[in-house]
């Protein structure tokens, strides 16, 4: 399966050249971008592992460039994300999230069914590759 | 032309001698008074009879919306009246429509009960509207000072907490209303969700006539479609939803119906605008107490918003529901099917979206608006939307919308799910192409043919659709061109 997660999934896997160009717009409105990665790609895991601060005050996006390939060294075989944080009073929140890198092999979801009362059935989603240890999701 | 007459208020024992006495002598009309920031302002449109005196026509509408009767009452004596009529401070012919006339009138905020629409709209538009002396009448603007704004709970989620809790961020949302929008099965009707979503949609959305019929009670759809979501999300990784329509006859319905949808993990339930004001409020107090995305069609709307002449401009209605607390509202698509001019609608998707409304005469917003941290609200594009017209849906529209194409995605050539996927790359590439510099509205058709070299279902809704436009005069375009800037 392809993980579609993030605001350009559904076009091919970003070059460097296409992350640098949106990296640049979300800097060029004023907002911090950050590197993020997680080998648990779950659709509410909130909270993926941050490969540093928000580069707050970094007026280029070859800086981003650079720490999504730092980030690829050593976490080349997970999902990384570039995103962008909105300071802005009424938004203070992401404002852009995009998929830089990810797995060679995503071996998807689970859907767990559990049968309850009358016709109604709870619902489960797992990934297959977080039924391993962290750290040796994807290998 | 009718006379436009400067009345002066009566004063005095005088003014309460028994008898009829025009309302703009009895205090409804007073044309040196300053609107405090506490007053609640409404802008008509009157249409006063031919031979009726507009100022007259404006102080009957103040005094029909606020305290007074058809005859002079004594026991108006009994209370602070001069604080309590509502005053017609202002009166202009407006540009190109004889017989028109735009009346302001400032009401004092303990006329309303706070946070309370029915009690606002009625006075605002109670009796008032069907006052002989006018052949037509038409709220167009209200100015909602922000201490009585305060008083509502303001949107249950919000556009930035929406996000966060669907994790999408940068573009607009795409949905898709499920079509035949009657008949089909539970089952079958679970079918296009599942499809629409895998395919790349964030939502799907039931009808606003789709409740619970002979041909699918509404816990067979809720049943197959909440299936259809999660097996959605499993294959994609994402977040999905489907409007959940819980509409119903009885408030107690309603709540059994949007718990159970609670119950079976949707993130989103549905009303329509028909239910009225207060069980709207009733459910977004619901929404917020739940954890859920309250997604509001705006059924009906039409048979009072269309017309220029008489009604309720769909702006007023936009601020009432970002009161009431609703956190997505159809708006208009300006391209798709359905009335809606450019100028008019960018002034509605800024009173959903801005923390502030300046005044903008050429977009139909007469007054300034704070909006006092209220929650944004989500405005909705949908019927007659298509892949094509992606260039031109982001450029009017932004990024904080939900497009919801139904046919464009069900009457895809090659299935639901590849017009779902025709969408879905169509809007990335825009917005990739929007934010890399380019000029999309005039490279839009050459950046969506370079997308759908790679993705074939793009290129076959391109093939499709390619002429499909609505293209007709608009019933309601603003009265007001822009004006040039003045530069010193």
Redesign the interface.
């Known amino acids: 399966?392809r993980?579609?997660?993030g605001?350009?999934?559904?076009?091919?896997d970003f070059t460097d050249e296409?992350i640098r160009?949106?990296a640049q717009?979300a800097i060029d409105q004023g907002w911090a971008v950050s590197v993020e990665y997680t080998d648990d790609?779950?659709?509410?895991n909130?909270y993926w592992e941050m490969w540093g601060h928000p580069m707050f005050d970094n007026p280029d996006a070859a800086a981003v460039v650079f720490e999504v390939n730092e980030c690829r060294k050593e976490h080349g075989g997970k999902y990384i994300r570039v995103?962008?944080f909105d300071s802005t009073?009424?938004?203070?929140?992401?404002?852009?999230?995009?998929i830089a890198n990810r797995p060679a092999e995503e071996p998807?979801?689970?859907?767990i069914r559990q049968e309850c009362e009358g016709?109604?059935?709870?619902?489960t989603?797992q990934?297959y590759a977080s039924d391993r240890p962290e750290g040796h999701r994807y290998a | 032309m009718n006379k436009m007459t400067d009345a002066k208020t009566v004063t005095g024992a005088k003014r309460y001698a028994a008898g009829v006495m025009k309302y703009a002598q009895m205090g409804y009309w007073e044309p040196d008074y300053v609107p405090k920031d506490t007053d609640v302002i409404a802008l008509f449109r009157i249409t006063p009879q031919d031979g009726v005196d507009a100022i007259e026509a404006a102080a009957a509408v103040a005094g029909e919306s606020s305290t007074a009767t058809w005859t002079v009452v004594w026991t108006d004596r009994l209370t602070a009246c001069d604080k309590y009529r509502a005053k017609a401070y202002r009166v202009d012919p407006v540009p190109n429509a004889e017989g028109e006339y735009f009346a302001y009138i400032a009401y004092d905020l303990d006329l309303f009960e706070e946070g309370s629409i029915a009690n606002l709209t009625a006075s605002i538009i109670g009796n008032v509207f069907g006052f002989k002396p006018l052949k037509a009448l038409r709220l167009e603007d209200m100015r909602l000072p922000v201490a009585y704004i305060k008083t509502f709970q303001g949107p249950a989620t919000g556009i930035v907490v929406e996000r966060e809790r669907l994790n999408c961020y940068g573009r607009p949302l795409l949905g898709a209303t499920v079509k035949p929008k009657l008949g089909l099965s539970g089952r079958n009707y679970g079918r296009v969700v599942y499809e629409a979503l895998k395919g790349g949609l964030d939502f799907t959305k039931d009808d606003e006539n789709i409740n619970s019929q002979p041909f699918m009670h509404w816990r067979d759809r809720f049943l197959y479609c909440m299936e259809a979501v999660n097996r959605a999300s499993a294959a994609t990784g994402e977040v999905k939803g489907t409007y959940l329509n819980v509409t119903a006859g009885t408030m107690e319905e309603m709540y059994e119906r949007a718990e159970f949808a609670k119950s079976l993990g949707s993130v989103i339930i549905m009303i329509d605008l028909v239910i009225g004001y207060t069980a709207i409020q009733s459910m977004a107090k619901w929404a917020r107490d739940n954890d859920m995305i309250l997604h509001l069609h705006r059924a009906g709307h039409s048979t009072y918003t269309r017309q220029r002449s008489h009604g309720v401009s769909f702006r007023v209605i936009a601020k009432w529901m970002r009161l009431a607390g609703v956190d997505h509202l159809h708006a208009g698509t300006v391209v798709g099917k359905l009335e809606g001019d450019p100028a008019t609608t960018k002034g509605y998707y800024d009173i959903f979206r801005e923390e502030y409304n300046p005044m903008a005469l050429e977009n139909g917003i007469f007054f300034d608006q704070d909006w006092a941290s209220l929650n944004k609200m989500m405005p909705v594009a949908s019927g007659g939307i298509h892949a094509g017209q992606m260039h031109q849906l982001l450029t009017y529209l932004g990024e904080d919308v939900v497009l919801q194409f139904g046919g464009g995605t069900i009457g895809h050539p090659h299935g639901i799910a590849a017009g779902a996927t025709a969408n879905r790359v169509a809007l990335e590439a825009m917005v990739y192409a929007r934010n890399a510099g380019r000029d999309i509205w005039n490279e839009g058709p050459d950046i969506l043919r370079d997308a759908a070299k790679t993705c074939t279902p793009l290129e076959q809704a391109l093939e499709v659709w390619k002429d499909v436009t609505f293209d007709y005069a608009s019933t309601d375009a603003p009265d007001f061109a822009p004006t040039p800037e003045v530069s010193a």
């Open positions: 399966m993980l579609t997660q605001t350009f999934s559904f076009l091919p296409d160009l949106q717009y790609p779950h659709p509410k909130s995103i962008a009073p009424g938004w203070e929140s992401i404002r852009m999230s995009f998807g979801f689970k859907l016709r109604t059935v709870r619902y989603i990934s």
